[in-house]
């Protein structure tokens, strides 16, 4: 498989005839894409090309900036910020036609581009009338009854004439934002970041809903909905915890310096430590590292520190320190950064490396300690903005829980 995805990037970068021919550019303007996935069906997303370098995609509210784009000849290879994957094409006209690439994973998604859709373009082209509105929250089970792989959701979604917006939050975190439309009786939803692509197709009564869940063209599941307005999920602060006998934690991994540096290090000695299990690879974790970023840098002078531990599908370790290099220096991270794993993401091999914990259920969770080194709380997932108050009501509370750590022991 490796073979045929450097076979494949070879042969787009030499397919030019001509090699000293003047390479084609991208259009200002905006072009629908479209990822082909499963049983012929369509995942598209639309970005917007301001200049021959710089372009942005669209999900929702969400803009994506990308501003690493080379051209070779007549190919094109778009590359979204921090994550892996990237688009390799070449141009046919004012088109592009090519690959969504996953190198790591060994995924190659078929993509298409069109150039000069009407802006603002819908994503999806409803053909009939919404027959429902599907505004409001849903209480969801994706693949009901299969054992180990049914788990539970929470979608909320808001309808205007035929456009839907909205997410389905899990246990775990979220689908970011999803953008779509109502065809009819049909909810056709997707989103594209770069590090996944989803599409969401389900037919739709006034109260219920039964479809089908894609990601990319690996994986699809079933999922059902209905209607209930007061659906909760089960608190985050619950799922993670530790083992009987255990009150605190202990690691040592390196950096990308390849230093190793310990929980026990003088920087954390009598601070206040939220500890971090993401990846590079991980949409919810970016969001996350994105607020903890920020929150950091605006309270260093407090006695709070920070620290990630970095779970990592590259195959080697130079590999998984350049990600995380990558991600450190787009997003502005000053806290350090651990290379846990590498190799796989696979989450029963995390919980080995901290065996005091129940399990590893979700990137991102985060362990908060507090000064004396004791955990005080495991929160499961992440709800980022596209989640709308839930991701205010989180960041109330973990700025006055960490508050309440901090005055500790003050008189």
């Known amino acids: 498989m490796r073979y045929f995805l450097g076979l494949l990037v070879v042969l787009i970068a030499i397919s030019c005839k001509n090699e000293t021919a003047k390479a084609n550019k991208l259009k200002v303007g905006t072009y629908r894409a479209v990822l082909e996935v499963q049983d012929n069906e369509e995942l598209p997303f639309v970005f917007e090309v301001e200049s021959e370098n710089k372009l942005k995609i669209f999900n929702a509210e969400e803009v994506i900036e990308v501003d690493e784009i080379e051209y070779r000849n007549d190919s094109i290879f778009i590359t979204t910020p921090v994550f892996e994957g990237y688009i390799a094409a070449t141009f046919h006209g004012d088109n592009l036609k090519g690959s969504f690439i996953k190198e790591s994973l060994d995924r190659v998604v078929p993509f298409f581009a069109e150039y000069g859709r ?22 969801t089970v994706f693949s009901q009854g299969i054992e180990g792989d049914e788990y539970i959701a929470k979608g909320i ?21 999803l953008e779509g439309v109502m065809d009819g009786d049909t909810m056709k939803l997707s989103t594209f970041d770069g590090a996944h ?24 599941e079933p999922f059902v909905g209905k209607r209930n307005e007061n659906y909760e999920l089960p608190s985050a602060n619950e799922l993670t915890f ?3 006998g255990y009150d605190s934690i202990d690691f040592t991994f390196p950096n990308t310096s390849d230093e190793m540096v310990s929980l026990k290090d003088y920087r954390f000695k009598d601070k206040v430590v939220i500890v971090q299990i993401m990846g590079t690879w991980c949409p919810n974790c970016l969001d996350e590292s994105k607020y ?3 929150y ?19 195959k080697d370790k130079e590999t998984a320190y350049s990600r995380i290099n990558r991600l450190q220096s787009k997003i502005g991270i000053d806290y350090p950064i651990l290379l846990a794993q590498f190799g796989t993401s696979n989450k029963t091999k995390a919980q080995e490396k901290l065996p005091m914990l129940n ?9 908060f300690i507090d000064k004396k080194g004791k955990v005080r709380k495991i929160h499961t997932g992440f709800n980022g903005p596209a989640t709308g108050e839930k991701y205010t009501e989180f960041k109330t509370e973990f700025e006055n829980f960490v508050a309440e750590l901090l005055n500790e022991g003050k008189p």
């Open 197 to 220: 692509a989803f599409l969401f197709t389900a037919k739709v009564s006034d109260s219920t809903m039964e479809g089908t869940f894609y990601s990319g063209n690996h994986w699809k």
């Open 242 to 244: 530790l083992k009987e």
């Open 296 to 314: 950091y840098q605006k309270n260093k002078g407090k006695d709070v520190e920070f620290i990630a531990l970095a779970f990592e599908y590259a």
């Open 157 to 177: 979604f808001e309808q205007q004439g035929e456009k839907v917006t909205g997410t389905f939050r899990t246990t775990t975190g979220d689908y970011r934002y």
């Open 118 to 139: 009407p802006s603002p373009a819908l994503r999806f082209e409803a053909s009939t009338k919404p027959e429902f509105d599907v505004s409001g929250v849903w209480e």
């Open 359 to 367: 399990h590893v259920l979700s990137y991102p969770t985060s362990i």
């Open 292 to 294: 903890y970023a920020d």
